[in-house]
C-alpha cells in the first residue's frame, strides 16, 4: 500500500466535515467534495471557525488553525479527486447512492487508491461489489461528532484486502483515533452493542416495573452509566433509533435478543421523537429536561423486625451487612415470624417465584437488589411481589433508605432492572465475540469509547460483577419468562464453566 497524504472526503455534511477537520489537524491534505457545493463551502467556513476558536482557547497553536485551513481544498467536481491516496465517502445512507458513487470513483483515482465507506449501517461487501477491484474497499466508520468520540470501526468486507484494513487502521491512530477492527456484520460492533440497554429498558418499561425516569436512575445511578436508556432515546430522537432496532432486527432475520418494542413504533408515530420535538420520553419545555419528582420516604415503622431470605449466598451477605451497617437485628429463626418484614436477594427471578418456592407470606415480603453492591449513596432497588401489602413496602423503603441513599420501588420483574438490563448487555457483547465480529478488546475499546459505557467496556463489565451470576440471571430469566432473547451466549456460558474471563480468547481455534 502506497504512503496516504491526501485524502479525498465526498460529502460535506456532518461527517464529512469533521473527518476533515480530524484529517487536515493530523496533516494530511484534504480534497472536500458535495454535490452540493454550499455544503462544502458551509463546511470551510464552519472548519475555518472551529479553528479559530480552538486557537483562541490555545487548544491548537495559531499557525495549526491556519496551516489546517489551507489543507482543506474545496472541489467543485468529483474529478478534482485523481490525486487522492484515499477517498473517504460520507454522502446519504443509501446503498444505491453509495455504490453509483464507489464505481464513478474507480474511473477517476489511481489503481492503488483505497476506497472507504463511512456507513453505519449498510454491508460494505455490498458497496465494494460495484468495485472492479473489491479489494481496495473497506469501512472507515466514525462517530458524531467526529472530532469528539475517538473511536473508529474500520470493517473489513468479503473481499477486502486486508492491507487495506491495517492501512486504515495505522490512518486512524495517525489522526489520534483509536480503530477497533470488525467483520462485515449489521451494526459492526457499537451499533450492534448498544442494542441491549434500549432494547432490554424498552421491554422492561413495557412490563410496566418502573416509570421511564426510574429506569433511567437506576441505571445511572446504581449501575453507573452515564445515562439510562430513555435519556438516551431522547438525545439520539426516535426517527433514529427506532428505525436502526428496526433494522438490526430485521438484518439479523428476527433475532430475538434485538426484537424492537412497540413503545418506540407508537412514539414514533405520534412525533414523541425526544429532545428534537422537545416531547419524548420526558417533556422539554423551554430545551429543560422535566424529570418527575420521586415518591417521599415513609416514616420508619417502629419495632420493625426483619427476616432476611438465606437462598442466594451472595445476595444473603450483601444484604445482612448492610442491614446490621443500618442497627437491625435480623431474626435468626429457620422459618420467618409471622410479625416480620422478608426479605429476599434474587437473581434473575421475580419476587412471585421466590415466594412461590419457598412458600413465603407474599404480603410481607419486598426483594432487595444487592448484585451492584449496597454502598451508601448508591441508589438500591426495592421489588414488590403482586400480593406485597403498601404497609410492607413502605417499611423496606423507609429502612433501605435510613441512610440517606436514595431507594427505587419497582413492580416485580425477573431481574430487576438493572441485573436484566446489564446481563443482556454483557450477554449482547459475548455474542458478538461468539461470532468473531471482533476480538473481546476491540469490543470493550469500541463500546466504551463509543457509547460511553463504565467499567472497560462490557466484558469487562461482566468479569467485574461476576461472569457466573450475569449467567445466573440470563438463566433465570429465560427459565421465568420463556423468552428466547434470554438464552446465554456459548461464549458466556462456556467461560464461566471454565472459570474463564469473558476477555480470554479461545486457546486453540479451528483450523
Ligand atoms: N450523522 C451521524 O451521526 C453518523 C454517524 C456515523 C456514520 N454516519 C454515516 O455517514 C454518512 C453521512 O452522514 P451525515 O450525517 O454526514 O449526512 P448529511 O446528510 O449531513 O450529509 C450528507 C452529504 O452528502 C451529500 N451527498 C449526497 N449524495 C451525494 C453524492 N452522490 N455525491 C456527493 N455528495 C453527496 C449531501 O449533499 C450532503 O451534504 C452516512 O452514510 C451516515 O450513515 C452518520
Redesign the pocket.
Known amino acids: 500500500m502506497k504512503d496516504i497524504k491526501t485524502i479525498g472526503i465526498?460529502?460535506?455534511?456532518?461527517?464529512?466535515?469533521?473527518i476533515a477537520q480530524i484529517a487536515a489537524q493530523a496533516g494530511f491534505d484534504v480534497l472536500l467534495?458535495?454535490?452540493?457545493a454550499d455544503?462544502v463551502a458551509a463546511a470551510r467556513t464552519s472548519l475555518s471557525e472551529m479553528w479559530d476558536k480552538l486557537a483562541a482557547k490555545g487548544k491548537i497553536p495559531q499557525d495549526v488553525a491556519k496551516q489546517s485551513l489551507q489543507r482543506v481544498q474545496s472541489c467543485t467536481e468529483?474529478q478534482a479527486l485523481s490525486k487522492a491516496d484515499l477517498v473517504i465517502?460520507?454522502?446519504?445512507?443509501?446503498l444505491d447512492?453509495?455504490c453509483?458513487?464507489f464505481r464513478q470513483l474507480e474511473g477517476i483515482v489511481s489503481a492503488d487508491c483505497i476506497l472507504a465507506?463511512?456507513?453505519?449501517?449498510?454491508p460494505i461487501t455490498a458497496i465494494a461489489q460495484a468495485c472492479t477491484h473489491p479489494s481496495r474497499v473497506a469501512g472507515f466508520?466514525?462517530?458524531?461528532p467526529v472530532p469528539l468520540m475517538k473511536v473508529v470501526e474500520i470493517i473489513d468486507g468479503l473481499r477486502s484486502d486486508p492491507l487495506t484494513g491495517d492501512a486504515l487502521m495505522a490512518l486512524a491512530r495517525a489522526m489520534g483515533h483509536t480503530p477497533v477492527r470488525a467483520k462485515d456484520m449489521p451494526g459492526f460492533i457499537v451499533n450492534h452493542a448498544g442494542r441491549g440497554m434500549n432494547i432490554e429498558g424498552l421491554k422492561t418499561a413495557q412490563e410496566s416495573v418502573a416509570p421511564f425516569y426510574q429506569i433511567d436512575a437506576i441505571m445511572r445511578e446504581q449501575a453507573g452509566f452515564r445515562m439510562g436508556p430513555f435519556e438516551l432515546l431522547d438525545l439520539t430522537g426516535l426517527d433514529?433509533s427506532h428505525a436502526v432496532m428496526e433494522s438490526i432486527y430485521q438484518q439479523f432475520y428476527d433475532e430475538p435478543r434485538f426484537r424492537p418494542s412497540p413503545i418506540t413504533a407508537v412514539r414514533s408515530a405520534g412525533k414523541l421523537l425526544g429532545r428534537k420535538t422537545g416531547q419524548g420520553f420526558y417533556a422539554y419545555p423551554e430545551g429543560q429536561k422535566q424529570v418527575p419528582v420521586e415518591p417521599e420516604v415513609p416514616k420508619p415503622t417502629q419495632g420493625l423486625k426483619v427476616w432476611l431470605a438465606p437462598y442466594h449466598s451472595v445476595g444473603h451477605k450483601r444484604a445482612a451487612a448492610l442491614l446490621k451497617d443500618l442497627g437491625v437485628a435480623i431474626i435468626a429463626a429457620e422459618a420467618p415470624p409471622a410479625d416480620a418484614l422478608i426479605v429476599v436477594t434474587p437473581y434473575g427471578e421475580d419476587t412471585a417465584t421466590v415466594v412461590s418456592e419457598h412458600l413465603l407470606d407474599g404480603e410481607r415480603t419486598v426483594a432487595l437488589d444487592t448484585f451492584f453492591g449496597l454502598e451508601q449513596g448508591k441508589r438500591r432497588v426495592l421489588m414488590c411481589s403482586v400480593a406485597t401489602l403498601p404497609k410492607w413496602r413502605d417499611a423496606a423503603h423507609a429502612l433501605f433508605a435510613s441512610d440517606n441513599t436514595p431507594v427505587s420501588i419497582i413492580d416485580d420483574s425477573a431481574g430487576f432492572v438493572g441485573q436484566r438490563v446489564v446481563a443482556t448487555i454483557v450477554n449482547v457483547a459475548s455474542d458478538i465475540a461468539q461470532q468473531a465480529i471482533a476480538t473481546p478488546t476491540d469490543i470493550d475499546l469500541a463500546v466504551s469509547l463509543g457509547l460511553g459505557y463504565p467499567k472497560g467496556g462490557p466484558l469487562s463489565m461482566g468479569d467485574s460483577l461476576g461472569g457466573a451470576h450475569v449467567l445466573e440471571i440470563l438463566r433465570c430469566l429465560y427459565r421465568t419468562t420463556g423468552d428466547m432473547r434470554y438464552r446465554p451466549s456459548p461464549w458466556l456460558q462456556r467461560r464461566v464453566q471454565l472459570g474463564l474471563s469473558l476477555r480470554a480468547e479461545a486457546a486453540c481455534v479451528a483450523r
Open positions: 465526498v460529502g460535506a455534511g456532518a461527517m464529512g466535515r469533521g467534495f458535495d454535490l452540493n455544503a468529483v465517502e460520507a454522502v446519504v445512507e443509501r447512492v453509495k453509483e458513487l465507506s463511512n456507513t453505519s449501517s449498510l466508520h466514525f462517530f458524531n433514529v
